[in-house]
C-alpha cells in the first residue's frame, strides 16, 4: 500500500465526506452494477455497436 494513502485514509477519518456525496457515490455504484448484470444477462445490443464485426487480418 502506497503511503499517500495512509495519509488521504487519516484525512478521511478526521473530515468525513457528507451524507449526499455517500448517497452519490453509492447510487453510482449500484447503477453501474444494474448496467453490468443487464449487459451480462442480455448481451450487448448490435445497434449499440459502433462499427459492427471487425475481420483481423
Do not use: D, Q
Amino acid at each position: 500500500m502506497n503511503p499517500i494513502w495512509l495519509i488521504r485514509l487519516a484525512r478521511w477519518a478526521r473530515r468525513p465526506p457528507s451524507m449526499g456525496r455517500v448517497k452519490l457515490v453509492l447510487g453510482v455504484g449500484i447503477l453501474c452494477l444494474i448496467l453490468f448484470g443487464i449487459e451480462h444477462v442480455w448481451g450487448w445490443p448490435e445497434w449499440l455497436t459502433v462499427n459492427g464485426k471487425t475481420k483481423l487480418r
